[in-house]
């Protein structure tokens, strides 16, 4: 059998969309929230020569001039924006990338330093040793230190290490000890893990090694200096009933008073549910307001951008200048050029951003002015198709402009993007947005009263008398667990 192979020519007509590199950069500079930008300028204030801020002075000499000519061809930095003779896959590549590399910076995130100026050349591995903040002990770490200094046979002390790799970040054990006993991995059998357990469990924090809750409470408790036997019991015995809230039934097999029971309920609380988080890393990372949202004289809000910190840019005049002279040589001339447009490119960003940002701002505050007036319960659905047709932008730039950043305002710190979402509207045509309907609900939930607490359904009906719309008792079922709100049953005080 023979098979004849051909090739044949297909025409065919497809639309593509291509993204200049300027406009890959305006993106990514929109995206940015005040610390990120604050360190991408920094960063290019680093790697080209021919951005400088607005306060330097503006002179160069000539030995300057010619190094920074001279370092185009010593270096093998990448040019910040790609070049227009490709098919700007990079381009595209670096837009897909750019959540992941700002995840990274919240992660990894700290200032970009500059090399000290002086005679001679720093150490570099020294520098960046210097540079670097010391790493937090981990869980891990800390209870091994520990465990090292316990007086135990060769088989506990395998046993305990194991047991210390299983626990989980807040520091329980979710492993039964069956699955870690391994004869043909291990040297140690079940009486070792039992044993190595129990000597795990006296470790600092209080509570750590516990396999649940209830026995992470018993684990504290032991080893508080407090007389915790009344506690003690009630968690011993009658945990299920404690879970349930069924107090006056424990009282009675107690053989106490429910206010007993509820003293008892009191100090429990105050106990570490999740020990292990209090150990490592503690990575809060700081929030910084990118728009001022403050009252005027005439009844509204000025809006403002928070950008104090933020340096104004320019281009150094001497190397402009310097670029324009046709007498020097071709390849200094280009390297000039060059960084001339990727600064000019990196500085029309930058205002485009603040821009972008200053009237997505002044839009919002224009829609949500009672909310800046009068608080949460006044909080309107807000699409944010509305803010970008007003602003004469598309929508997905409203996105990019509002990821990530934070208003300064007289009802808090708050992140823009929660001025957008949906809502309902009343009988009597007034639009309530959902944030605004979960407000009342914790509102009311908070005002009853907790001897006889509301029911799902007399919620729904209390939402609707104060103007909220007629909502289903499942939807109150759903806004009160995305609270955190308990049922009824949980929420009653004996």
Not at 293 to 319: H, K, Q, T
Not at 486 to 492: D, I, L, N
């Amino acid at each position: 059998m023979a098979m004849k192979l051909s090739m044949t020519g297909q025409m065919r007509m497809e639309q593509r969309m291509k993204l200049a590199p300027r406009m890959i950069q305006s993106m990514e500079i929109l995206q940015l929230p005040l610390l990120a930008l604050q360190e991408r300028i920094e960063a290019e204030l680093n790697s080209n020569p021919v951005l400088e801020t607005a306060d330097q002075p503006e002179q160069a000499d000539s030995e300057t001039a010619e190094s920074a000519a001279a370092s185009q061809t010593s270096t093998d930095e990448k040019e910040m924006v790609i070049g227009d003779d490709n098919d700007h896959i990079e381009d595209f590549q670096r837009l897909e990338d750019f959540g992941e590399d700002f995840d990274e910076y919240l992660n990894n995130g700290g200032p970009i330093h500059p090399q000290p100026s002086g005679s001679g050349d720093p150490d570099k591995k020294m520098e960046a040793l210097l540079n670097t903040a010391a790493q937090d002990q981990s869980l891990n770490d800390w209870l091994k230190d520990q465990w090292r200094l316990m007086d135990v046979d060769e088989k506990v002390r395998a046993a305990g290490e194991l047991i210390i790799d299983y626990l989980d970040e807040k520091g329980y054990l979710t492993v039964r000890l069956e699955q870690l006993h391994n004869k043909e991995k291990h040297p140690f059998g079940m009486a070792d893990l039992q044993a190595a357990l129990e000597l795990v469990q006296k470790l600092d924090p209080p509570g750590v090694g516990a396999r649940d809750l209830r026995e992470c409470l018993l684990i504290q408790m032991r080893q508080s200096p407090e007389d915790l036997s009344f506690e003690i019991e009630l968690v011993s015995k009658y945990w299920t009933e404690l879970l349930e809230n069924n107090l006056p039934q424990i009282a009675k097999k107690m053989n106490c008073s429910v206010e007993r029971i509820n003293e008892a309920i009191e100090r429990l609380s105050k106990l570490d549910t999740s020990p292990g988080l209090g150990v490592g890393r503690n990575e809060n990372y700081p929030i910084n307001a990118d728009v001022i949202v403050e009252p005027d004289d005439r009844g509204g809000y000025e809006v403002r951008l928070a950008d104090s910190f933020v340096p104004a840019l320019r281009i150094n005049s001497f190397y402009k200048k310097m670029a324009r002279n046709r007498s020097i040589d071709d390849q200094t001339r280009d390297f000039l050029l060059k960084n001339i447009r990727s600064a000019q490119w990196f500085m029309d960003a930058v205002e485009q951003r603040k821009n972008t940002l200053l009237k997505v701002a002044r839009a919002i505050v224009r829609h949500q002015h009672d909310f800046f007036t009068h608080g949460k319960l006044y909080l309107k659905p807000l699409p944010m198709a509305t803010i970008a047709e007003e602003v004469g932008v598309h929508i997905a730039t409203v996105s990019r402009a509002v990821a990530g950043k934070y208003v300064q305002c007289p009802q808090g710190i708050l992140p823009l993007r929660s001025f957008f979402s949906g809502g309902l509207e009343d009988p009597s045509g007034h639009q309530h947005s959902y944030d605004a309907i979960k407000a009342k609900l914790e509102e009311i939930v908070n005002n009853e009263d907790k001897t006889n607490p509301l029911s799902d359904e007399e919620i729904r009906k209390k939402l609707a008398e104060a103007g909220m719309g007629n909502i289903a008792r499942r939807t109150v079922a759903k806004y009160r667990k995305l609270l955190n709100i308990p049922t009824a049953k949980f929420r009653r005080k004996y």
